[in-house]
């Protein structure tokens, strides 16, 4: 399928307004800023669909995305920002611990993880959670385009360390350079195809 049908289903504050559990959903989780709503809109070819925003902590909503009626992207409120820590702990972890404790349809898990930073102890928490609790975990370098080739190398042999650990697959993106995209569908078009899902997203042009 081509992408034709794009819509944003709901902005969930609680879990009792989270839709109806009738398609897979994608999540996208990681710390505040890592590029989760910059990295839907590249996936999905539109330039500001998801928000996204310099400010970190902003969402904290679970926005559910749906693509042709057939699959929804889950945009996940960043965890893990230093400066609302406590605030924003008791705001988001129950719709986050909902959601990623009880979804039933939650089908794949994409934990994004900034290639500049060393991965922080949250992340390898949230690594080894998601990885017992989830059939399809995937681990995404975002921002790759800020690092040289050297420190690149360096950084990504240390995810790979983290990712052969929990025995999960990663994938480096970067939305500057239109970087991953094709990856990151072809690993979604692989777990839809594993799980017996009659979805398969075509290539499409910027
Ligand atoms: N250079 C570069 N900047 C990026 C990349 N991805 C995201 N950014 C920037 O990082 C900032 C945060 O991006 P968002 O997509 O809003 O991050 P988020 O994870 O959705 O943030 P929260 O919703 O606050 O948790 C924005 O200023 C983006 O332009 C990337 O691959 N390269
Ligand atoms: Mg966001």
Redesign the pocket.
């Known amino acids: 399928m081509k992408i034709k049908e794009l819509s944003l289903r709901i902005s969930a504050a609680r879990p009792e307004q989270f839709p109806p559990e009738d398609m897979p959903e994608i999540a996208f989780a990681?710390?505040?800023?890592?590029?989760?709503?910059?990295?839907i809109n590249l996936m999905l070819g539109r330039r500001n669909f998801?928000r996204?925003?310099?400010?970190?902590?902003?969402?904290r909503t679970i926005n559910f995305y749906e693509i042709n009626q057939a699959f929804r992207f889950a945009?996940l409120?960043?965890y893990g920002y230093a400066k609302v820590s406590k605030a924003m702990r008791e705001s988001w972890a129950p719709l986050m611990e909902t959601y990623l404790l009880t979804r039933p349809n939650l089908l794949a898990t994409l934990l994004?993880v900034d290639v500049r930073r060393t991965p922080q102890d949250i992340d390898i928490e949230m690594a080894r959670l998601i990885s017992h609790l989830h059939r399809h975990p995937i681990i995404v370098l975002?921002?790759?385009?800020?690092l040289n080739q050297s420190q690149l190398q360096k950084n990504k042999r240390v995810y790979q360390e983290v990712a052969e650990l929990q025995g999960i697959p990663f994938i480096s993106?970067?939305?500057?350079?239109s970087r991953g995209k094709y990856p990151l569908w072809d690993a979604i078009n692989e777990i839809f195809k594993q799980e017996g899902l009659d979805i398969f997203v075509e290539r499409q042009r910027d």
Do not use: F
């Open positions: 990681g710390r505040s800023n890592v590029g989760k709503s910059s990295l998801a996204t925003s310099s400010t970190p902590g902003k969402t945009d409120p960043g994004l975002t921002k790759t385009d800020k993106t970067s939305t500057l350079k």
